[in-house]
C-alpha cells in the first residue's frame, strides 16, 4: 500500500513538473513551485488534484512578493477562479513570515481553537533577499548566501471551507495576534534568559539557605531550556501596604515577550496585569522565594495549554523582599519525562513526603511510595504543598492493586479549580464511563472541566486526571465520601449488578457459581435492555430447560407496559426457534405479535448457546389479561402444544380469556370432536 501511494505521488510530481515547464512565468517562480510542492508528503498528495496543488504553489508565490521584514503577511480565503486563478473546495490560510519557532504548531493551535479543521499543511523554508520596499528580489538555492539574505517561512493551510466574510476576518485577526506573540517571546527570549539568570543570582539572598539553593538550581535548570519562555514582567515592592492589598507594583515597561502589552493578564479573573491574585499575595508573606503555578490565561504560542507561572522574589542585602520577577513558559517535555527527583524544587518535595513517610526505601512500601510520587501527575507535583501530597500519596499507596474506584481533591487555595485523581479498575474504564464521571464532578463542583489526562499502565488501575475551572466563591461544599460513592455506583458494570442480584436471590456460593457461568454470558443488547434482576429470572429459566432439555417459555407484563400487553420469553437450546412455527401457536393462544428479539446467551464451559426469544404481544380482543392468574396456565398448554401434547388450535384462545387450562381447553376439543361425529351442523371453527 505504501508503495502504490508513492508511485501515484509519484506520477503527480511528474504532471506537476510538467504543468510548471508549460505555465510558470519565470525561473526563481518556477523554483519556488518545485520547492513549495517538494514539501508536500506522499500521502497529502493523493488529497488534491496537480491543477490545485500549481494553483496553490503560484498563488502563495504571487502572495509573498511584498512583505516587509519584521511583520507577517496573512491572507484567509476561499479560492475562485473568477477571482484567483484557481479554485479549491476548501478554504486556504496564506502566511509569509520571518523564520522562526512555533510558527506551525501556533497556527494551528489557534486554527483549532476557533473550531476549524486543518487538512494540509505546506510549510516550505525560502531564503531569499528583498529589496528596501519590501519585494523579493532574489530567491537563493540552500546553503547559499547574499548580502541581505534570510530564511522567510511560506505556510499554506487547507482548512474547512467558511463561506462568511466575518469567519474569514476573524481567523486572519486570531492569526495575526498569534503570530506577533510568537515574535514577540522569540525576540525577547535571550533577555528573558537574562532575567532568570539575575533572579538565581538574587536567591542567594534569601533568608533560608536551603530555600537559597534550591531556588537558585530550579532557575539554572530552567535557563537550561527545560522551560520555553515566553513573557517576563518585573514588580517592585510597595512598603506600607497592608496584607489585604497588593504589596506588588508592576513596572512600567517592564514586560517581554506575550507580556509586552501591560494589559495582557496570566491570571484572567483579576482583569489587570497591576493587580495579583490572592495566590501570589499569599505567597509574598510566606518566607519562601519561588513559587510555581498555573496561569488561567492560555498560551497563543507552541502549545494551547494554560501558561506555567513563576515568581522569583528579589530581596536586598538585608534580606528583604524589594520585588519579584513574574516569567511564564511552557514545561518542556523533559519537565514531564524526567524523574522529580532530578529536577530542582520537585526533588525537595519528593525528599519531604518520603522522609515524612518514613519507610524502608528498599522495603516494599518505600518503593511504592515513590513510583507513585514518580508518576504524579506532573503539573500537580508543581503546584501542590507537601502536607496535601503526603495525604494524596499515601492515600493512592492504601488503594494499590484493590480493585475498587477511588477520588482524590485537591482544591486551589483561592477556588480558581478542583484537582480530582480518579483510580478506576482499568477493564471498565471506558470514554462513556470518563463522561459520566466528568459530569458528576461539574455538577458536583459547579464548575467545567477543562482539561483530562488518563493514564493506562500495568496496574490494575486506570488514573484519570481532571480539572474542574471554579469561580471563586461559588464552590459548593462538596462531602468527598459522598462524592466519590456517586462515582463508583456510576463506575458500576452491568456485571457487578448481576453479581449482586445472584447472590442475593442465590446466596453467596451458589450465586458465585452461576457469575462464574453466566458474567460474560448475555450480549450487549440484552445489556442494554434488562437490568441484573431480569437476567436472574433468564438464567433459572435457562438452568431449567438446559437440564430437562425441553423449552422453556415465560409470561410476563413488564411494569411500565399497557394492559392488553404481555411479553412471552421462549428459551431453547443449540438454535434459535424458527418463528413459523412459533407464531401460529401465539396467535392461537389469543396474542398478536408485534415485535420479536432474539439474544444468544453463551454460558461458560463449551455447552451450545442457549437463545432467548422476547416477545412482545397483545391480547387479540384488546381486553386487560389477568398475567397472574393464567401465567401458569398458558405456560403448561404452550409447552404441551410445542411438545405434540396437545393440539394448537383456537380452542387455545380460552386459556387467556377464560382461564381454562390446557386440560379443560382440550376436554372441550373433544366435545366438538364427538359432536362432529354425530354429524353436528357447525364446523370447528365457528365451535371455536
Given at each position: 500500500?505504501?508503495?502504490?501511494?508513492?508511485?501515484?505521488?509519484?506520477?503527480?510530481?511528474?504532471?506537476?513538473?510538467?504543468?510548471?515547464?508549460?505555465?510558470?512565468?519565470?525561473?526563481?517562480?518556477?523554483?519556488?513551485?518545485?520547492?513549495?510542492?517538494?514539501?508536500?508528503?506522499?500521502?497529502?498528495?493523493?488529497?488534491?488534484?496537480?491543477?490545485?496543488?500549481?494553483?496553490?504553489?503560484?498563488?502563495?508565490?504571487?502572495?509573498?512578493?511584498?512583505?516587509?521584514?519584521?511583520?507577517?503577511?496573512?491572507?484567509?480565503?476561499?479560492?475562485?477562479?473568477?477571482?484567483?486563478?484557481?479554485?479549491?473546495?476548501?478554504?486556504?490560510?496564506?502566511?509569509?513570515?520571518?523564520?522562526?519557532?512555533?510558527?506551525?504548531?501556533?497556527?494551528?493551535?489557534?486554527?483549532?481553537?476557533?473550531?476549524?479543521?486543518?487538512?494540509?499543511?505546506?510549510?516550505?523554508?525560502?531564503?531569499?533577499?528583498?529589496?528596501?520596499?519590501?519585494?523579493?528580489?532574489?530567491?537563493?538555492?540552500?546553503?547559499?548566501?547574499?548580502?541581505?539574505?534570510?530564511?522567510?517561512?511560506?505556510?499554506?493551510?487547507?482548512?474547512?471551507?467558511?463561506?462568511?466574510?466575518?469567519?474569514?476576518?476573524?481567523?486572519?485577526?486570531?492569526?495575526?495576534?498569534?503570530?506577533?506573540?510568537?515574535?514577540?517571546?522569540?525576540?525577547?527570549?535571550?533577555?528573558?534568559?537574562?532575567?532568570?539568570?539575575?533572579?538565581?543570582?538574587?536567591?542567594?539572598?534569601?533568608?533560608?539557605?536551603?530555600?537559597?539553593?534550591?531556588?537558585?538550581?530550579?532557575?539554572?535548570?530552567?535557563?537550561?531550556?527545560?522551560?520555553?519562555?515566553?513573557?517576563?514582567?518585573?514588580?517592585?515592592?510597595?512598603?506600607?501596604?497592608?496584607?489585604?492589598?497588593?504589596?506588588?507594583?508592576?513596572?512600567?515597561?517592564?514586560?517581554?515577550?506575550?507580556?509586552?502589552?501591560?494589559?495582557?493578564?496570566?491570571?484572567?479573573?483579576?482583569?489587570?496585569?497591576?493587580?495579583?491574585?490572592?495566590?501570589?499575595?499569599?505567597?509574598?508573606?510566606?518566607?519562601?522565594?519561588?513559587?510555581?503555578?498555573?496561569?488561567?490565561?492560555?498560551?497563543?504560542?507552541?502549545?494551547?495549554?494554560?501558561?506555567?507561572?513563576?515568581?522569583?522574589?528579589?530581596?536586598?542585602?538585608?534580606?528583604?523582599?524589594?520585588?519579584?520577577?513574574?516569567?511564564?513558559?511552557?514545561?518542556?517535555?523533559?519537565?514531564?519525562?524526567?524523574?522529580?527527583?532530578?529536577?530542582?524544587?520537585?526533588?525537595?518535595?519528593?525528599?519531604?513526603?518520603?522522609?515524612?513517610?518514613?519507610?524502608?526505601?528498599?522495603?516494599?512500601?518505600?518503593?511504592?511510595?515513590?513510583?507513585?510520587?514518580?508518576?504524579?501527575?506532573?503539573?500537580?507535583?508543581?503546584?501542590?504543598?507537601?502536607?496535601?501530597?503526603?495525604?494524596?500519596?499515601?492515600?493512592?499507596?492504601?488503594?494499590?492493586?484493590?480493585?475498587?474506584?477511588?477520588?482524590?481533591?485537591?482544591?486551589?487555595?483561592?477556588?480558581?479549580?478542583?484537582?480530582?485523581?480518579?483510580?478506576?479498575?482499568?477493564?471498565?474504564?471506558?470514554?462513556?464511563?470518563?463522561?459520566?464521571?466528568?459530569?458528576?464532578?461539574?455538577?458536583?463542583?459547579?464548575?467545567?472541566?477543562?482539561?483530562?489526562?488518563?493514564?493506562?499502565?500495568?496496574?490494575?488501575?486506570?488514573?484519570?486526571?481532571?480539572?474542574?475551572?471554579?469561580?471563586?466563591?461559588?464552590?459548593?461544599?462538596?462531602?468527598?465520601?459522598?462524592?466519590?460513592?456517586?462515582?463508583?455506583?456510576?463506575?458500576?458494570?452491568?456485571?457487578?449488578?448481576?453479581?449482586?442480584?445472584?447472590?442475593?436471590?442465590?446466596?453467596?456460593?451458589?450465586?458465585?457459581?452461576?457469575?462464574?457461568?453466566?458474567?460474560d454470558a448475555f450480549p450487549a443488547g440484552y445489556r442494554e435492555e434488562f437490568g441484573a434482576e431480569?437476567?436472574?429470572?433468564?438464567?433459572?429459566?435457562?438452568?431449567?430447560?438446559?437440564?430437562?432439555?425441553?423449552?422453556?417459555?415465560?409470561?410476563?407484563?413488564?411494569?411500565?407496559?399497557?394492559?392488553?400487553?404481555?411479553?412471552?420469553?421462549?428459551?431453547?437450546?443449540?438454535?434459535?426457534?424458527?418463528?413459523?412455527?412459533?407464531?401460529?401457536?401465539?396467535?392461537?393462544?389469543?396474542?398478536?405479535?408485534?415485535?420479536?428479539?432474539?439474544?444468544?446467551?453463551?454460558?461458560?464451559?463449551?455447552?451450545?448457546?442457549?437463545w432467548i426469544h422476547d416477545f412482545t404481544a397483545r391480547t387479540q380482543t384488546g381486553v386487560t389479561?389477568?398475567?397472574?392468574?393464567?401465567?401458569?396456565?398458558?405456560?403448561?398448554?404452550?409447552?404441551?402444544?410445542?411438545?405434540?401434547?396437545?393440539?394448537?388450535?383456537?380452542?387455545?384462545?380460552?386459556?387467556?380469556?377464560?382461564?381454562?387450562?390446557?386440560?379443560?381447553?382440550?376436554?372441550?376439543?373433544?366435545?366438538?370432536?364427538?359432536?362432529?361425529?354425530?354429524?353436528?351442523?357447525?364446523?370447528?371453527?365457528?365451535?371455536?
Amino acid at each position: 500500500m505504501r508503495t502504490a501511494t508513492k508511485d501515484l505521488a509519484g506520477d503527480m510530481r511528474r504532471q506537476l513538473a510538467e504543468l510548471v515547464r508549460s505555465r510558470v512565468p519565470n525561473a526563481r517562480a518556477e523554483r519556488f513551485v518545485q520547492r513549495f510542492y517538494g514539501n508536500v508528503p506522499p500521502d497529502d498528495f493523493l488529497r488534491a488534484t496537480p491543477e490545485q496543488l500549481y494553483g496553490a504553489a503560484l498563488a502563495m508565490w504571487q502572495w509573498g512578493q511584498q512583505r516587509h521584514p519584521g511583520a507577517a503577511r496573512v491572507r484567509v480565503y476561499s479560492p475562485r477562479l473568477d477571482e484567483h486563478g484557481w479554485q479549491s473546495d476548501r478554504s486556504v490560510v496564506e502566511i509569509v513570515n520571518d523564520d522562526m519557532p512555533f510558527l506551525v504548531d501556533s497556527v494551528t493551535a489557534e486554527l483549532n481553537r476557533q473550531g476549524v479543521t486543518v487538512h494540509l499543511v505546506i510549510h516550505p523554508v525560502v531564503r531569499v533577499v528583498r529589496d528596501a520596499s519590501g519585494r523579493l528580489e532574489t530567491l537563493l538555492e540552500p546553503g547559499e548566501e547574499q548580502d541581505g539574505a534570510r530564511d522567510e517561512s511560506f505556510m499554506h493551510c487547507l482548512i474547512d471551507p467558511q463561506s462568511d466574510p466575518a469567519a474569514l476576518a476573524r481567523l486572519r485577526d486570531g492569526l495575526e495576534h498569534v503570530l506577533a506573540d510568537v515574535r514577540a517571546a522569540v525576540e525577547d527570549w535571550e533577555p528573558m534568559r537574562e532575567r532568570v539568570r539575575a533572579a538565581r543570582d538574587d536567591s542567594a539572598r534569601a533568608p533560608d539557605p536551603a530555600d537559597a539553593a534550591e531556588t537558585a538550581d530550579f532557575l539554572t535548570w530552567v535557563d537550561a531550556g527545560n522551560v520555553t519562555l515566553l513573557g517576563s514582567r518585573r514588580y517592585d515592592a510597595i512598603p506600607g501596604r497592608t496584607p489585604d492589598e497588593p504589596w506588588l507594583e508592576l513596572v512600567e515597561g517592564s514586560g517581554l515577550g506575550v507580556l509586552r502589552d501591560p494589559e495582557v493578564t496570566v491570571f484572567d479573573e483579576h482583569g489587570h496585569a497591576a493587580v495579583l491574585p490572592a495566590e501570589i499575595r499569599a505567597f509574598l508573606h510566606q518566607p519562601r522565594p519561588l513559587l510555581v503555578t498555573k496561569g488561567t490565561r492560555l498560551a497563543t504560542v507552541h502549545r494551547a495549554v494554560p501558561l506555567d507561572a513563576m515568581l522569583v522574589k528579589r530581596f536586598d542585602e538585608a534580606g528583604n523582599v524589594v520585588g519579584a520577577l513574574l516569567t511564564v513558559g511552557l514545561f518542556t517535555s523533559v519537565a514531564y519525562n524526567r524523574s522529580p527527583r532530578e529536577i530542582p524544587f520537585l526533588r525537595r518535595k519528593v525528599a519531604d513526603v518520603m522522609a515524612k513517610a518514613g519507610f524502608d526505601p528498599a522495603g516494599h512500601d518505600g518503593k511504592a511510595l515513590l513510583n507513585i510520587l514518580e508518576t504524579y501527575p506532573r503539573d500537580e507535583l508543581f503546584q501542590i504543598a507537601v502536607p496535601e501530597l503526603y495525604e494524596a500519596t499515601l492515600g493512592i499507596l492504601h488503594l494499590q492493586e484493590r480493585q475498587r474506584l477511588a477520588l482524590f481533591v485537591r482544591r486551589d487555595p483561592f477556588e480558581r479549580f478542583v484537582s480530582c485523581l480518579v483510580f478506576v479498575p482499568r477493564d471498565r474504564y471506558d470514554t462513556a464511563l470518563r463522561r459520566k464521571i466528568q459530569a458528576l464532578l461539574e455538577a458536583g463542583f459547579n464548575g467545567a472541566c477543562t482539561t483530562t489526562h488518563t493514564q493506562l499502565s500495568e496496574s490494575t488501575l486506570a488514573r484519570l486526571h481532571l480539572i474542574i475551572r471554579t469561580e471563586p466563591g461559588r464552590i459548593p461544599a462538596v462531602d468527598v465520601e459522598e462524592l466519590e460513592t456517586r462515582l463508583v455506583q456510576a463506575a458500576r458494570g452491568w456485571g457487578d449488578r448481576l453479581r449482586d442480584a445472584l447472590i442475593e436471590a442465590r446466596g453467596e456460593e451458589t450465586g458465585n457459581a452461576l457469575l462464574r457461568r453466566y458474567a460474560d454470558a448475555f450480549p450487549a443488547g440484552y445489556r442494554e435492555e434488562f437490568g441484573a434482576e431480569t437476567a436472574v429470572h433468564d438464567i433459572d429459566r435457562i438452568e431449567q430447560a438446559v437440564a430437562q432439555k425441553r423449552l422453556g417459555i415465560t409470561l410476563l407484563r413488564p411494569l411500565e407496559a399497557e394492559g392488553d400487553e404481555l411479553h412471552v420469553k421462549i428459551y431453547h437450546q443449540g438454535s434459535p426457534v424458527p418463528l413459523s412455527d412459533v407464531l401460529p401457536m401465539l396467535e392461537h393462544m389469543d396474542l398478536k405479535v408485534i415485535t420479536e428479539q432474539p439474544y444468544d446467551v453463551a454460558a461458560a464451559g463449551g455447552e451450545p448457546p442457549v437463545w432467548i426469544h422476547d416477545f412482545t404481544a397483545r391480547t387479540q380482543t384488546g381486553v386487560t389479561a389477568d398475567c397472574v392468574q393464567v401465567k401458569e396456565l398458558f405456560q403448561q398448554a404452550f409447552s404441551a402444544v410445542w411438545d405434540g401434547r396437545m393440539e394448537d388450535d383456537g380452542f387455545n384462545r380460552l386459556i387467556l380469556r377464560a382461564g381454562l387450562s390446557g386440560r379443560e381447553v382440550t376436554v372441550l376439543r373433544a366435545y366438538a370432536k364427538f359432536l362432529k361425529q354425530a354429524r353436528f351442523a357447525y364446523a370447528q371453527d365457528t365451535v371455536e
